[in-house]
């Protein structure tokens, strides 16, 4: 079964930092590609970045482009995401989500996700 | 980017009824990359749809998915107490790789 475990997740001051990881398992690691979508309280979802099945190619939303890194370890099937110069906007649950392929281009599995509070 | 629009923003029916949600979008999108998503209080979103029409793994046969172009709908034949949840319709775009709707939320009346 497709398992995705993510931790990292905590309360940080503004302008913190914080590295959230997911492991996976259940499937081949290296084949997907990967990302982060985020759930602020109370609201929908968003998209934050992704990132490709090699790891050649990233992409990040406008919110968190130049603050936000993402990468892939394919030694360790794991995937993170290191969230830099946070803002209290930036408060939300943060999912990890495999991509179904590339020719139904949704997000097939999500991980149970990992609260980040930003606050002072 | 592209927009995607769902309506009604909350739908209040009983169990054994049928639900109708809307997706629309504000250009023209592949149907390839047109999929929808259920998410409980408390849990992650799960994949119900995808291509529009093709239902996930394990997603019971009440939830079917069509439509084309800019409007799309997902229809739930006979409601069961478990479905009442948030349903979110979600597009691959360019920039944005994955845009979703504002979500329509599906309660027991």
């Known amino acids: 079964d497709v398992q995705l475990l993510e931790s990292g997740g905590g309360l940080v001051q503004p302008g913190g930092s914080l590295r959230l990881s997911c492991a996976a398992s259940?499937?081949?690691?290296?084949?997907?590609?990967m990302s982060w979508v985020r759930q602020a309280p109370g609201k929908g979802l968003e998209w934050v970045s992704s990132i490709s099945d090699t790891g050649g190619r990233t992409h990040y939303a406008d919110s968190v482009k130049g603050r936000f890194i993402i990468s892939r370890d394919s030694s360790k099937n794991t995937l993170n995401l290191q969230m830099n110069s946070l803002r209290g906007e930036d408060t939300a649950v943060y999912y990890c989500?495999?991509?179904?392929?590339?020719?139904?281009?949704?997000?097939?599995?999500w991980g149970q996700g990992a609260l980040v509070t930003v606050s002072s | 980017e592209i927009v995607l629009t769902q309506s009604p923003g909350t739908l209040s029916l009983s169990p054994g009824e049928r639900a109708t949600l809307s997706c629309r979008a504000s250009q023209s999108v592949s149907s390839t990359s047109l999929a929808w998503y259920q998410q409980k209080p408390g849990q992650a979103p799960r994949l119900l749809i995808y291509?529009?029409?093709s239902r996930a793994t394990g997603i019971p046969d009440r939830f079917s998915g069509s439509g084309s172009g800019t409007d799309f709908t997902l229809t739930i034949s006979r409601l069961e107490p478990e479905d009442f949840a948030v349903y979110y319709c979600q597009q691959y775009g360019t920039s944005v790789l994955y845009i979703f709707g504002q979500g329509t939320k599906l309660e027991i009346k």
């Open positions: 259940g499937f081949t690691f290296n084949n997907y590609a």
């Open positions: 291509a529009a029409s």
């Open positions: 989500a495999k991509k179904y392929s590339d020719r139904f281009p949704c997000l097939e599995y």
